[in-house]
């Protein structure tokens, strides 16, 4: 029982890791285009 509690575990937290990294990829890649939006279209 304890070892199918430890892979979920292991599996939620890698889950958590790769949204926190595609989050702050987006967030980025967003930052950078309304930046490049406020130096091209004012």
Do not use: C, G, P, R
């Amino acid at each position: 029982m304890a070892n199918k509690i430890d892979k979920e575990t292991k599996e939620h937290k890698l889950f958590y890791e790769n949204f926190l990294k595609f989050t702050t990829y987006s967030t980025i890649i967003i930052i950078v285009i309304v930046a490049l939006m406020a130096i091209f279209l004012v």
